[in-house]
């Protein structure tokens, strides 16, 4: 009786290799080899006696169990035609060609490719679809603006991207139009390359992306400097005045929500979530919107305290990260915060700066930021201060450290002065 059995062309390949049948006639005759059309990743596959693409497993990627699926039950319908045609031929009396035998599948397969040719762009929104599930919403955003920019590159160089396409040469010539078409900065550039990426890595392993060239793309991210008020600034901004503008509710309100920030030195999208059941006694404990990390901070002699009953009590209400931008710049403004401060921005191998008034710089950034390097020059510990931010591992962190002017100035006064007075002493 004749038998299917189905093989890997390569099974130590590092990307997908084809899938083929060995049919036996068992007859005397040699087998016939024939092309599935199917093409797997040699980890996703079990040889040996089962012949057949992994669909079980607690590690196996929903997705990817869909799609093994689909090429086992392809699998399937294509043993049993070609036994069924076997069948019937031997029933007539003749033995089937070589090419018969493939005819009974091959041109199916030829249309079943033609129609499922993947494609980057609407497996990219695929992507983002499946893991806006799990993902911050700031992630999903970013990959809306990715497949933008994807999308106008493409109706730049006229012709329809591929995966195919994804080569060296492409790492090049896009980074170069989101440098000189989209004019992006480098930290721009980097994190939309890093997106990429992970979206590449993740059609890699679907079958659907050949190439793994996207493992050697590299872009410099190029951090700007920390931009955070002084001690005097943050009084200032405290203390202004604002009852006497036409507009004073929602700069009050604009100010004691970044005021929060400054005390707690959580991110805003983590004060515009704060609710009541967030404070426990003397500490707020909560879990930060962008990275899903346990946030403790203490409260015992904090500012922020009032400014939290408040936004229990209604009387603060949060809004918009693009109108709390908007505001507290404002803010700053009628607050005198106007240091000429220079804003570097890097694009390739170019730098550009613009010096601005500080007030016109301040964004909603700035609170967490100004909590971090006030309470380093304050003197505590940096362990200390990134168990209440969240920050995961120093080298984030360490940009802080490197911005506490005052800090710097008093401890060498301090130090050298000493040092100075024990000579004088001698």
């Known amino acids: 009786m004749a038998t299917v059995s189905f093989h890997l062309k390569n099974k130590n390949a590092d990307k997908p290799t084809p899938i083929f049948i060995w049919f036996n006639p068992q007859n005397g005759q040699p087998r016939i080899r024939i092309y599935t059309g199917d093409k797997i990743l040699p980890s996703n596959w079990a040889g040996d006696k089962i012949q057949m693409a992994i669909t079980k497993g607690r590690s196996i990627d929903p997705e990817v169990k869909r799609t093994n699926e689909a090429i086992n039950a392809n699998h399937e319908r294509m043993s049993k035609l070609l036994l069924a045609y076997w069948a019937e031929a031997r029933a007539q009396g003749k ?3 070589d090419d018969e035998l493939r005819a009974v599948v091959e041109p199916e397969i030829a249309i079943q490719q033609t129609i499922e040719r993947p494609s980057p762009l609407p497996d990219l929104l695929a992507y983002k679809e499946r893991h806006g599930r799990t993902r911050s919403p700031n992630t999903v955003k970013a ?3 990715l497949y933008n920019h994807l999308q106008r590159y493409e109706q730049a160089i006229r012709r329809p991207l591929e995966y ?25 550039i980097s994190k939309h390359l890093a997106h990429f990426k992970h979206f590449l890595g993740d059609a890699f392993e679907l079958g659907r992306n050949p190439l793994q060239d996207y493992k050697r793309w590299r872009w410099t991210r190029r951090d700007p400097d920390v931009l955070a008020l002084t001690r005097k600034e943050l009084h200032l901004l405290q203390s202004v005045d604002l009852s006497i503008m036409p507009d ?11 005021l929060i920030s400054c005390y707690t030195g959580l991110r805003f999208s983590d004060v515009a979530a704060l609710k009541p059941e967030h404070q426990k006694g003397e500490w707020l404990q909560l879990t930060a919107q962008k990275t899903g990390e346990k946030l403790t901070v203490p409260l015992r002699g904090n500012r922020a305290v009032p400014l939290l009953a ?3 009590a ?8 693009q109108k709390l931008n908007k505001y507290i710049k404002d803010v700053a403004r009628l607050a005198g915060i106007n240091t000429p401060t220079e804003q570097v921005e890097f694009r390739g191998s170019k730098r550009s700066s613009t010096t601005l008034p500080k007030h016109d710089l301040i964004s909603t950034h700035t609170g967490r930021r ?11 510990a940096w362990e ?6 969240g920050h995961k591992d120093f080298k984030s962190f360490r940009r802080y450290i490197q911005v506490t002017p005052e800090r710097l100035l008093s401890d060498f006064d301090r130090v050298w002065r000493e040092l100075h007075e024990s000579l004088a002493t001698a």
Request: hydrophobic content about 45%.
């Open 164 to 188: 195919t396409s994804f080569t060296i040469q492409f790492w090049h010539d896009f980074t170069a139009y989101l440098l000189d078409e989209a004019n992006l900065v480098d930290n721009s």
């Open 248 to 258: 004073a509710a929602r700069l009050e309100n604009a100010r004691a929500l970044f």
């Open 370 to 380: 100004t909590f971090v390097t006030i309470s380093l020059e304050g003197g505590l």
């Open 310 to 312: 408040d936004l229990w």
């Open 384 to 389: 200390t201060i990134m168990k209440a931010t």
């Open 143 to 145: 990959l809306v603006t």
């Open 95 to 97: 033995l089937p060609t």
């Open 314 to 321: 209604g009387k603060i209400h949060p809004i918009s990260n």
